[in-house]
Structures are given as structure tokens and as C-alpha cells.
T-cell receptor, first 108, second 115 residues
Framework: DAKTTQPNSMESNEEEPVHLPCNHS???????IHWYRQLPSQGPEYVIH???SNVNNRMASLAIAEDRKSSTLILHRATLRDAAVYYC?????????FGAGTILRVKS | DAGVTQSPTHLIKTRGQQVTLRCSPK?????VSWYQQALGQGPQFIFQ???????QRGNFPDRFSGHQFPNYSSELNVNALLLGDSALYLC??????????????FGPGTRLTVL
């Protein structure tokens, strides 16, 4: 299974943008890039996913490098409710392979 | 829409016992996946069911088995429980397992403690 590398933790100020990086140098052409987040005491929550092009939805934006070996999840205005563990996942078929994720702390 | 539901919420068992966890998928979803999440770690894929058959399996021993019913709900069974089986067990549902890239919807999980 292809692996991803993320920083262990990041910190952001409330109402400022947050850029969460992810490296996936062994990605194959058919792997989708997925982001999920997990709030304390909850199951993971889907955030966004993409294959080659940048993607936007109501929660976030996903910027994918041209060579697809890295991507960045962008939260446009962080709120206290965005404090969570963020997982960058390569998905082939329908199986999610989670890494350790990035703990995002948001300061008020 | 109730989303993905799991039961029970919490469970305490002793070593050697057997346990059954249950999951009802989000309305309209036909694929159910199970994950194990140890404390402080990311979820680990156990297996996935579609059309009442196990379609994919992660690196888990045969003590872990499952079932999917005609209404798409699913059970996870663990036999001969070990202390190391203590974890949060997550169920996720999705549509059409053969479609690459589909988002998965997770339930709140069942917290299993093995004493």
C-alpha cells in the first residue's frame, strides 16, 4: 500500500488559513488522494478527495502538485471546531490506509 | 438520514471470550468496511463487504471474521479475545466498492475493552 508522510502536528490561529502538507512520492496513477479528519471521541469524517486536479468544496480546498507526489489541504479560515487529527490517505479501489495524521491545534 | 450507526457503544470482555459488533450503513450504501483504531494511532483496515461477500482484507488474523446481511448491515466477530484487541472499532459505509475513490462515511465506533 502506498504511504503518505505528514507533519506530526501544526498550530494555527483562529480565522487564519491553514495549509496542511502531505508527501506521497510512491503514488501510482490510479491512487486517489483523500483527506479525512477525526475530532476527539468521534469517527473519521470525510473532508475532500481528488485525483489530478485541484478540488474545492464547502469544507476545504485540495491542491495537488503537478507530479502528484505531494498535496496540500487548505482550510480557508480555521475555527476552533477544526481542531482535529487530519489524515492524508492514498486510496486505491475502496480501501483507506491511514497513517498517523497531523494533529491540528487552533488557537483563539 | 441516520447516517452510519454502530452498536453497542462500549463493551467490556475478558480474554478468550468472543464478541460481535454491529453496523448499519448509511441509507443507500451497499459496501461496509471495518477498521480497528488503537489508542493514539490511525485506523487500520480489517476487511470490506459487498453483496454479502468479503471483498478485501487487511493484515488481521482469522480470529476476525464478518458478515453482511441482505439489508447491507454488517457484523464483526472476534474470537479468542486478546488484550491487544482492546480498541475502537469503526464501521464505514460507501457506495459500490468497485468504484475507485468513493468517500466513506464512518460511524461513531464501538469501544472494546478486553480485561
Amino acid at each position: 500500500d502506498a504511504k503518505t508522510t505528514q507533519p506530526n502536528s501544526m498550530e494555527s490561529n483562529e480565522e487564519e488559513p491553514v495549509h496542511l502538507p502531505c508527501n506521497h512520492s510512491t503514488i501510482s496513477g490510479t491512487d486517489y488522494i483523500h483527506w479525512y479528519r477525526q475530532l476527539p471521541s468521534q469517527g473519521p469524517e470525510y473532508v475532500i478527495h481528488g485525483l489530478t486536479s485541484n478540488v474545492n468544496n464547502r469544507m476545504a480546498s485540495l491542491a495537488i502538485a503537478e507530479d502528484r507526489k505531494s498535496s496540500t489541504l487548505i482550510l480557508h479560515r480555521a475555527t476552533l471546531r477544526d481542531a482535529a487529527v487530519y489524515y492524508c490517505i492514498l486510496m486505491y479501489g475502496n480501501k483507506l490506509v491511514f497513517g498517523a495524521g497531523t494533529i491540528l491545534r487552533v488557537k483563539s | 438520514d441516520a447516517g452510519v450507526t454502530q452498536s453497542p457503544t462500549h463493551l467490556i470482555k475478558t480474554r478468550g471470550q468472543q464478541v460481535t459488533l454491529r453496523c448499519s450503513p448509511k441509507s443507500g450504501h451497499d459496501t461496509v468496511s471495518w477498521y480497528q483504531q488503537a489508542l493514539g494511532q490511525g485506523p487500520q483496515f480489517i476487511f470490506q463487504y459487498y453483496e454479502e461477500e468479503e471483498r478485501q482484507r487487511g493484515n488481521f488474523p482469522d480470529r476476525f471474521s464478518g458478515h453482511q446481511f441482505p439489508n447491507y448491515s454488517s457484523e464483526l466477530n472476534v474470537n479468542a479475545l486478546l488484550l491487544g484487541d482492546s480498541a475502537l472499532y469503526l464501521c464505514a459505509s460507501s457506495l459500490a466498492f468497485w468504484l475507485a475513490g468513493n468517500e466513506q462515511f464512518f460511524g461513531p465506533g464501538t469501544r472494546l475493552t478486553v480485561l
